[in-house]
T-cell receptor
Framework: QKEVEQDPGPLSVPEGAIVSLNCTYSNSAFQYFMWYRQYSRKGPELLMYTYSSGNKEDGRFTAQVDKSSKYISLFIRDSQPSDSATYLCAMSASGGYQKVTFGTGTKLQVIP | EAGVTQFPSHSVIEKGQTVTLRCDPISGHDNLYWYRRVMGKEIKFLLHFVKESKQDESGMPNNRFLAERTGGTYSTLKVQPAELEDSGVYFC?????????????FGSGTQLSVL
């Protein structure tokens, strides 16, 4: 069993829709939960991170972590064509040492 | 400010050949990481340098892989001899030490194809 499970998609939504991306994990040691965005032929770029359980909002993006269920989510409001990318969930036990475990990524397409 | 730079962007070699990948981290970033994505799989950790010292190489697949970081600046990852299963995208990332959460900055990767 993988430590992090993520639906690969692809996910196709119309512009303006709310997008929900999710991951589950099995390792209780994970304390930092991250979402990366990766455009084609580019490296992953950190969108946001959350420490332990709770919610975090940054503009149109909201990250949620439920450690009791080992479930994390990323919500994108008012999705834009420029949001079309692969979204990777990622986790680590430490914030200061980034030995990160990634999900396989969900490919998102926002249709104008 | 320049980001993390990786060379080459693509490399196509034959099985049994040697390939060397290079990573130039962001200036001042003591932490340097190598990750790899094999087709269809998730990005996986290979190893971690702090300056010129290897801190954790637990993700290195086998002894055909050799990573170095000269003088704590750029890093190279050599694969010798390359096998078919080594094909994938090799990412380098760097970060500043000392923060509670160290943000990783990734390069665009080197696409390695072993034929």
């Amino acid at each position: 069993q993988k430590e992090v499970e993520q639906d690969p998609g692809p996910l196709s939504v119309p512009e303006g829709a709310i997008v929900s991306l999710n991951c589950t994990y099995s390792n209780s040691a994970f304390q930092y939960f991250m979402w990366y965005r990766q455009y084609s032929r580019k490296g992953p770029e950190l969108l946001m991170y959350t420490y332990s359980s709770g919610n975090k909002e940054d503009g149109r993006f909201t990250a949620q972590v439920d450690k009791s269920s080992k479930y994390i989510s990323l919500f994108i409001r008012d999705s834009q064509p420029s949001d079309s990318a692969t979204y990777l969930c990622a986790m680590s036990a430490s914030g200061g040492y980034q030995k990160v475990t990634f999900g396989t990524g969900t490919k998102l397409q926002v249709i104008p | 400010e320049a980001g993390v730079t990786q060379f080459p962007s693509h490399s196509v070699i034959e099985k049994g050949q040697t390939v060397t990948l290079r990573c130039d981290p962001i200036s001042g970033h003591d932490n340097l990481y190598w990750y790899r994505r094999v087709m269809g799989k998730e990005i996986k950790f290979l190893l971690h340098f702090v300056k010129e010292s290897k801190q954790d190489e637990s993700g290195m697949p086998n002894n055909r892989f050799l990573a170095e970081r000269t003088g704590g600046t750029y890093s190279t990852l050599k694969v010798q001899p390359a096998e078919l299963e080594d094909s994938g995208v090799y990412f380098c990332a760097s970060s500043l030490p000392g923060a509670t959460f160290e943000k990783l900055f990734f390069g665009s990767g080197t696409q390695l194809s072993v034929l």
